[in-house]
């Protein structure tokens, strides 16, 4: 039976003075996961890089003050562990720390973090790690650190948001999940929540189950379930319904395929758009800003390009091509948003759009951006993209490849 390649084995450290907490790691389909070697979890114990007879990790903090700080030596030194395990090619892991005062630990998140090829976690304790462990990390040790939090609520340590953050990310790695299909349909992967199942029987304590499930007919099934979504989602959490529907300030935004009545307006856009880029990355030297009017409009005939509009304005767009034929490469490029909407998420949904409509057989998607367009460069890594360590076919930019899943 041949084992379907699902790409590189994602490896997690945790460094904990509580190992045992991470023992549910062992467990269910994360535990699977690791005998099947689609992850590579190892966790360690902070108490191990220290030298003194009591294994000390804490101390008073300078200031004064109540509880203890972990103290900045065995940090280092499991760090350094961590790096040095098994790492011939001197890769360099995402340093994640939990934390009540971290950016929110999200779906968007976990799906960005599950395509990073290697993560660890550290886990602190007592009020927190000395300051100068995350100073250490990002410029003498060069990781991306991202202090994360659950949510709102106090914690002891962040062994529990580990545990929680593990689960969702792993869950997301191709192959993890047996039916990945599943993943599709989740609260908080489209934004909206989940409809209310059933199994049987189909009558129990006097209750019994919708007629439509009963009915096979699957249209009418599916809208069920999508008006279901739809209303708990209004219920019981409103903020998500505003921020997945792109009811931003430009009014209901339409996405459709241009027409060469939208040139103009989108030579127009694009202009604005990398004169943008142009400042960003302080080069003219970029494509798109020497396009032509009759550039823009023969390119309708080589590309598919889509444009996005509110109430009439043209406010965005993109444009996607297949290099090859018949190659797994699906290329999307002159992606641009009207000035005053950047921000919003309409840039996220046109590139989403973008993917949603390559033909089967893809199986990566490719796109350039300035190495300098920080904005872009964010925007691309949450939605998944990855920097191709390789030169640019275009100067001063950077390409950055995602797999389709
Ligand atoms: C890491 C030490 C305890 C926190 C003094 C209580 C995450 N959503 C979350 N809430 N709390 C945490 C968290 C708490 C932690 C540590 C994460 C390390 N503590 C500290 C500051 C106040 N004690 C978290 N993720």
Not at 31 to 42: F, N, Q, S, Y
Not at 282 to 308: F, K, N
Request: aromatic share 6%.
């Amino acid at each position: 039976m041949t084992v379907p390649d699902l790409g590189p084995v994602m490896r997690l450290d945790v460094v904990s003075i509580f190992p045992d907490y991470l023992a549910p790691l062992d467990l269910s389909l994360i535990g699977k996961a690791r005998e099947d070697a689609l992850l590579d979890v190892r966790v360690h114990d902070l108490r191990d890089f220290t030298h003194d007879r009591h294994r000390t990790v804490d101390d008073t903090p300078y200031g004064g003050g109540a509880g203890m700080v972990m103290k900045a030596q065995p940090w280092s030194e499991a760090l350094d562990h961590v790096l040095a395990q098994d790492n011939s090619a001197a890769a360099r892991p995402r340093l994640i720390v939990p934390g009540p005062g971290g950016q929110r630990f999200t779906q968007r998140l976990a799906r960005e973090l599950a395509q990073e090829p290697w993560l660890a976690f550290a886990c602190g304790r007592y009020e927190g790690i000395d300051e100068r462990v995350y100073d250490h990390a990002r410029e003498d040790l060069g990781l991306e650190v991202s202090v994360v939090s659950l949510g709102d609520y106090v914690l002891n340590g962040g062994e529990v948001a580990v545990l929680a953050m593990v689960e969702a990310i792993a869950r997301l790695v191709p192959g993890v999940i047996g039916n990945a299909e599943s993943l599709v349909e989740e609260s908080h992967e489209d934004g909206l929540l989940e409809y209310p199942i059933y199994t049987k029987p189909r009558s129990w304590n006097g209750r019994e189950v919708p007629e439509v499930l009963l009915s096979g007919n699957h249209a009418a099934i599916a809208a069920w379930r999508h008006e279901q979504r739809l209303a708990r989602t209004a219920a019981r959490r409103p903020d998500l319904l505003h921020a997945s529907h792109g009811a931003s300030d430009g009014g209901d935004v339409e996405i459709s395929a241009a027409t060469a009545a939208d040139v103009p307006e989108l030579a127009v856009l694009m202009r604005a758009c990398w004169v943008q880029e142009a400042i960003a990355n302080d080069t003219l030297d970029i494509p798109a800003l020497h396009e032509s009017l009759d550039d823009v409009r023969a390119s309708l005939d080589t590309t598919q390009t889509w444009v996005a509009r509110s109430a009439g304005r043209l406010v965005g767009a993109v444009r996607t091509s297949r290099p090859s034929p018949t190659g797994e490469d699906w290329f999307i490029g002159r992606l641009c948003v009207a000035l005053d909407l950047q921000g919003r998420g309409l840039g996220r949904r046109l590139l989403e759009h973008a993917e949603s409509t390559a033909p089967d057989g893809i199986r990566t998607f490719t796109l350039n951006t300035g190495a300098r367009s920080t904005d872009n460069l964010r925007m691309y890594r949450k939605a998944g993209y990855r920097l191709v360590d390789a030169p640019s076919t275009v100067p001063g930019a950077v390409t950055l490849v995602k797999r389709r899943r």
